[in-house]
């Protein structure tokens, strides 16, 4: 008995997992192997000359972890935090850091061929950490690079290879 025959499996296959939540009413995604964990907003500790997308700090089991305000630093809402606000706990390249969205969505499953490429807007601060787009239910979402987005100069919150970055 033979096996069946099957297609091999190639990178555009390959299937991931990612977090879906919303800023100002857009849908974004990240890959949900970087999420730790999901908490309700509670408060902040400020940081004195903190940038206003750096919300503060919080202590997480004996963690300081930096609070980011995502919606501040894209350019979709004020950052008024309110019961429905969350804050998403990323683990990214050994540091865990907190985003500030509001409100997570769904999990999807979303294979590479199901991101295009996001269109060219260089004067877009927020576009050089868009890994792409995709059509899921009807709306669109904006994949980020969260890991890309957090070595960003501005924020400087983890270290990654600075030879992957823009």
Not at 79 to 97: D, N, S, Y
Not at 135 to 144: C, D, I, K, S
């Amino acid at each position: 008995m033979s096996a069946p025959d099957r297609e091999p499996v190639t990178a555009a296959d390959a299937v991931a997992e990612f977090l879906t939540f919303t800023l100002g009413g857009e849908h974004y995604a990240i890959d949900i192997l970087k999420v730790r964990e999901i908490r309700a907003w509670e408060r902040v500790t400020r940081i004195a000359g903190a940038p206003p997308f750096l919300k503060g700090v919080m202590n997480l089991r004996g963690a300081i972890v930096p609070v980011v305000d995502l919606r501040v630093y894209l350019g979709c809402g004020d950052g008024a935090c309110g019961p429905f606000t969350v804050m998403i706990v990323l683990q990214l390249a050994g540091r865990l850091v907190a985003v500030v969205v509001d409100g997570v969505a769904d999990v999807l499953n979303l294979a590479a061929a199901d991101i295009q490429p996001a269109p060219d807007l260089p004067a877009l601060i927020g576009a050089r950490y868009i890994r792409g787009l995709a059509a899921a239910g009807g709306t669109m979402l904006v994949v980020l690079d969260v890991e890309r987005l957090m070595a960003s100069p501005e924020m400087a919150l983890v270290e990654t290879d600075s030879e992957n970055l823009p």
